[in-house]
C-alpha cells in the first residue's frame, strides 16, 4: 500500500544533542510537509517542500531545519533541542499544492528531551 | 485570514446514536473544508473534504459532513456511533484564494470523541 513512514516511531534524546527525525512516502507526492503537535493540540506547520522548493513558516524556529534530498524522503533536523521542543512529529505528503488537495499523514515520531 | 473554530472540546456519546462534531469557519474567498481523525499516538488521518458541489459530503466510515454556507459551518455527523469512532477529531479549512504560506491549511483545536458502550 502506498504510504507515508516514519522513523523512528519514538526518539529520546538529550537537552541540546541534535537529532533527526525521518519521513518517506511511497505515493509519489509533490509536497511534503513537517507538522509540530503537542498534548493534542493542533498541528503547527513548520514548513514544506514542493519538490525541491523549501518554503519555512515565519514563526518556526532556526533551530529546526530540513531536508529534501530527493521527491521520496524529508527530513527533519533539530540542532539543539530543548525541553520545549518534546512534542509528537508529523510528516504529510500531498499530490500538489493546489488548496483542494488533501494531505497524507504519517503514524508520527514522538520526540522526548531529557 | 482563515479561521477555524470547533465550539466543543469533548463531545459524548452513546453506541448506536447519532453524532455531530461542529465546525465552523472564516475565510475571504471560497472555502475548502477537511475533516481529519487522529487515533491515539497516531498521525491524522484523512476522512472527507468538501471543494464544491453537493453540500453533503460523504467519507470514509460512514461518516458525513453538510456544507453550510450562510452558517458557514461544516459539521461531521454519523447516524450510528461506534465506540470505534472514540477519537480525537479535526476540522480544517483553506482560502480558494489565498497564496503563499496561507494556502496551507488552518485546524481547528480538535474535538474528543467519546463513544460509550
Known amino acids: 500500500d502506498a504510504m507515508v513512514i516514519q522513523n523512528p516511531r519514538y526518539q529520546v534524546t538529550q537537552f541540546g544533542k541534535p537529532v533527526t527525525l525521518s519521513c518517506s512516502q511511497t505515493?509519489?507526492?509533490?509536497?511534503m510537509y513537517w507538522y509540530q503537535q503537542k498534548s493534542s493540540q493542533a498541528p503547527k506547520l513548520l514548513f514544506h517542500?514542493?519538490?525541491?522548493?523549501?518554503?519555512n513558516e515565519a514563526d518556526t524556529p532556526d533551530n529546526f531545519q530540513s531536508r529534501r534530498p530527493n521527491t521520496s524522503f524529508c527530513f527533519l533536523d533539530i540542532r539543539s533541542p530543548g525541553l520545549g521542543d518534546a512534542a509528537m512529529y508529523l510528516c504529510a505528503t500531498s499530490r500538489d499544492k493546489g488548496t483542494a488537495y488533501e494531505q497524507y499523514f504519517g503514524p508520527g515520531t514522538r520526540l522526548t528531551v531529557t | 485570514a482563515q479561521s477555524v473554530a470547533q465550539p466543543e472540546d469533548q463531545v459524548n456519546v452513546a453506541e448506536g446514536n447519532p453524532l455531530t462534531v461542529k465546525c465552523t469557519y472564516s475565510v475571504s474567498g471560497n472555502p475548502y473544508l477537511f475533516w481529519y481523525v487522529q487515533y491515539p499516538n497516531r498521525g491524522l488521518q484523512f476522512l472527507l473534504k468538501?471543494?464544491?458541489?453537493?453540500?453533503l459530503v460523504k467519507g470514509s466510515y460512514g461518516f458525513e459532513a453538510e456544507f453550510n454556507k450562510s452558517q458557514t459551518s461544516f459539521h461531521l455527523k454519523k447516524p450510528s456511533a461506534l465506540v470505534s469512532d472514540s477519537a480525537l477529531y479535526f476540522c480544517a479549512v483553506r482560502d480558494e484564494r489565498t497564496s503563499g504560506s496561507a494556502r496551507q491549511l488552518t485546524f481547528g483545536s480538535g474535538t474528543q470523541l467519546t463513544v460509550l458502550p
Open positions: 505515493l509519489n507526492h509533490n509536497v
Open positions: 468538501y471543494i464544491t458541489g453537493d453540500n
Open positions: 517542500y514542493y519538490d525541491k522548493d523549501f518554503n
